[in-house]
């Protein structure tokens, strides 16, 4: 986390959603809703700033550093801004025994971005990402952390990359 103070205010509409989730646990357990205040914070803002880590803890009355150590452990939460479109590629052993890495290596070169990179055009993020528990299915990918794509030859992953900027083509 950057020791450079900055300070996020909430909407009212932010805070309406956080308090719902708050709700779902008794007072002394609001600790228990940074998850879900988390993805909220990300739907909203694209990604999770230090300072909104750092305003969330505040809200849910516990540590900044424990906020951050949740955003900072699941790879669903994008510390930093992404590409419209996310991919996340399982490379965990099963799946890398299935051409997981090879699907992330077409990746690579047909994005021309490095794993952690986002295209200049700022529509594609590649990441890599421990079990997505589909193994069976793989080489899998989840794209923006909702959508599962399973079996994804090269061909469906071209097919897949395709589709996506032609969808942001379209008017």
Same mark, same amino acid.
């Given at each position: 986390?950057?020791?450079?103070?900055?300070?996020?205010?909430?909407?009212?509409?932010?805070?309406?959603?956080?308090?719902?989730?708050?709700?779902?646990?008794?007072?002394?357990?609001?600790?228990?809703?940074?998850?879900?205040?988390?993805?909220?914070?990300?739907?909203?803002?694209?990604?999770?700033?230090?300072?909104?880590?750092?305003?969330?803890?505040?809200?849910?009355?516990?540590? =900044?550093?424990?906020?951050? #150590?949740?955003?900072?452990?699941?790879? /669903?939460?994008?510390?930093?801004?992404? +590409?419209? &479109?996310? @991919?996340?590629?399982?490379?965990?052993?099963?799946?890398?025994?299935?051409?997981?890495?090879? =699907?992330?290596?077409?990746? #690579?070169?047909?994005?021309?971005?490095? /794993?952690?990179?986002?295209?200049?055009? +700022?529509? &594609?993020? @590649?990441?890599?990402?421990?079990?997505?528990?589909?193994?069976?299915?793989?080489?899998?990918?989840?794209?923006?952390?909702?959508?599962?794509?399973?079996?994804?030859?090269?061909?469906?992953?071209?097919?897949?990359?395709?589709?996506?900027?032609?969808?942001?083509?379209?008017?």
């Amino acid at each position: 986390m950057s020791s450079i103070a900055t300070t996020v205010t909430f909407s009212d509409a932010t805070i309406q959603r956080f308090d719902r989730e708050v709700a779902k646990y008794p007072d002394d357990q609001r600790q228990s809703a940074v998850m879900a205040c988390l993805a909220i914070i990300q739907q909203e803002q694209g990604h999770v700033s230090a300072a909104a880590e750092a305003a969330l803890a505040t809200y849910l009355r516990m540590e =900044a550093i424990a906020v951050h #150590e949740v955003t900072t452990f699941y790879n /669903m939460y994008n510390q930093q801004p992404v +590409g419209k &479109f996310k @991919l996340n590629v399982c490379t965990n052993l099963p799946c890398q025994l299935r051409d997981g890495q090879s =699907a992330l290596h077409h990746l #690579e070169h047909k994005l021309g971005i490095s /794993m952690g990179g986002t295209t200049a055009d +700022g529509l &594609f993020t @590649l990441q890599q990402s421990e079990c997505l528990g589909a193994c069976a299915d793989s080489p899998v990918m989840l794209v923006n952390d909702r959508h599962m794509c399973s079996f994804m030859s090269n061909d469906k992953l071209d097919q897949l990359i395709d589709g996506l900027r032609a969808s942001e083509a379209q008017p």
